[in-house]
């Protein structure tokens, strides 16, 4: 079957502007992560879904990041008045239970002008 | 906190040759697991590797092999018959249990391959 989906691929936007990005998980999968990745470093986790609720939001970085998960679909991570430091590629992860193995989406590279 | 370090930014080995990627972890918890992961230039993270904690066999997988030093709380990933398709970058992860599952990674350590 498909893999974990991610759109768009890149996005550049301007300081100032709110951007969405979106996951489409494994069909089936009820855990969903979403992880960020700056430049030359390693992943940091942002946010966990089990089904549409999000049990661990510690690790989204200010009120300006946001995420939300349609039944056990597809989540949306918004970012408003998006910053330079907001630049990063955003990785999306989909395991069928939080105990599996997570598979990861191609990722969004953002870039914020 | 649990944190996760890879001091070798970067690594070169020659073709067909043996390379090891060293990791080493923080943790207070007994129950854990360990993961190498690879991402080559198109970003797709790929699953390496994956070692349980309570098992004190090391995990293989074909030319990938891993040592695992509970007590020294090192992770380290061996590549042998090294091939150019295996230059990427390599994260080692940590994942306890607990409620969530999530995946902590260390910086990566950039291989590079030479024919």
């Known amino acids: 079957g498909a893999g974990v989906s991610q759109s768009p691929s890149n996005k550049v936007t301007e300081k100032g502007k709110d951007v969405e990005l979106r996951c489409d998980p494994i069909?089936?999968?009820?855990?969903l992560y979403w992880y960020r990745q700056r430049l030359g470093q390693g992943l940091e986790f942002l946010i966990y879904f089990q089904g549409n609720s999000a049990p661990d939001k510690s690790g989204l970085p200010s009120d300006r990041f946001s995420a939300e998960r349609t039944g056990e679909s597809v989540s949306t991570l918004t970012i408003q008045r998006t910053q330079q430091e907001d630049s990063a590629v955003y990785l999306c992860a989909s395991s069928r239970h939080r105990e599996d193995e997570q598979f990861f989406g191609p990722g969004t590279r953002l870039t914020v002008l | 906190a649990q944190t996760v370090t890879q001091s070798q930014p970067e690594m070169s080995v020659q073709e067909a040759e043996t390379v090891t990627l060293s990791c080493t972890y923080d943790t207070s918890e007994s129950d854990y697991y360990l993961f190498w992961y690879k991402q080559p230039p198109s970003r797709q993270m790929i699953l390496v590797i994956r070692q349980e904690a309570y098992k004190q066999q090391n995990a293989t997988e074909n030319r990938f092999s891993v040592n695992f030093q509970k007590a020294a709380k090192s992770f380290s990933l061996k590549i042998s018959d090294s091939q150019l398709g295996d230059a990427a970058m390599y994260f080692c992860a940590y994942k306890y249990g607990g409620a969530t599952n999530k995946l902590i990674f260390g910086t990566g350590t950039l291989l590079a391959v030479q024919p």
């Open positions: 069909s089936g999968h009820t855990a």
